[in-house]
């Protein structure tokens, strides 16, 4: 029998790679390696439902274990690659066990920054939320009147705040920046998302760094920020953002940046290895970014199935995110990288509103709150490459709808 594809990493990128391709190619041998002792599952509901106990990790699950079994994938779980030989097209596992490959695919993944032992980064209490390991540590800890510190005013973070108010935790969130979401939405958005935490009764104190974390007997009791203040804390959650998982790359000599750097085709440096999901760099609007993002791990693990089938086609993202906090519903459509102007637009019903993110007068991209309308009709008029005037869009009197006939 031939050497098998195989797929380093049991994400969702993983598995979206190993399913598409068992449907190009019927008998083709496909061997999936993952880290973890589970099977492949999605991870946004784990900072959300999850974690809040309203959903059971058997929905979680992409596929229940029968359907490996039923479609020939071999699953090698708690295991992980050491070491790969380009040369030798083998890898090398935790265990010794070398397996040969016919093409090889790194969909390993990012991994959560972490704060350094000199910060108080070792004591514990202290807590990321990437993995099922991670929500199942965190959920017996979040306990009412418990007093969290979340480091970091992203997503991640602002989730972890929702969650956390919701089960009765006092929560302060402390942000290095000017604001939170300063990276990655436009003034308008956060605060509008401000003003709902603020309303929760969480504190967040923007422009406001983490000096070090106070331990007694191990544990973390306490913080000291960069405005000089002490807190006492009972729990902290690091927020700060991921790193790509590209050791093997590194290690073996392909070309890494940010990220392992691949084609349009999902191709590495080396023909004969591709990959896909949150640790690569690939090619977007004549440069090369890093999405961490479902839609992504999915759409460029299909390209690269279909690079794989000998069907390569040019994989061109069209990114779409959501987050869930409280009964807030943010999605959006599109990248805002390099945006020079916004427009806010009034939602249809109270709650409701979209910010329309422009760069050198031509949409790149869309904010949505509580706007389904908005969000589709963005997303439809981004993918497709059309842009509307300002004008047209702050002018709340125009349908949205007809801004697609």
Known sequence: MADPVIIVGAGQAGFSLASKLRSLQADRPIVMIGLEDEAPYQRPPLSKKYLMGEMSFDRLLLRPHSWYEEQKVQ???????EEIDRQGRFVTLQDGRRLAYDKLVLATGASPRTLPAAMGGDLGGIYSLRSKLDADRLAPALKPSQRLLIVGGGYIGLEAAAVARNMGLEVTLIEMAERILARVAAPATAQFLREIHLAHGVSIREA????????RDGQVVGAELSDGSLIDVDLVIVGI????NDRLARDCGLAVGNGVIVDDSTRTSDPDILAVGDCTLLPFQGGLIRLESVQNAVDQAEAAAATLAGQPA???PKPWFWSDQYDVKLQIAGLNLGYDETVVRPGARPGSLSIWYYRADRLIAVDAINDAKAYVTGKKLIDGGLTVDKA???DPAVELKSLLS
């Open 75 to 81: 699953l090698l779980l708690s295991s992980w690659v």
């Open 241 to 244: 953002g991921v790193t790509a």
């Open 208 to 215: 406001t760094g983490l000096r070090r974390l106070i331990g």
């Open 314 to 316: 040019a994989y061109v």
């Open 392 to 394: 047209v869009i702050h």
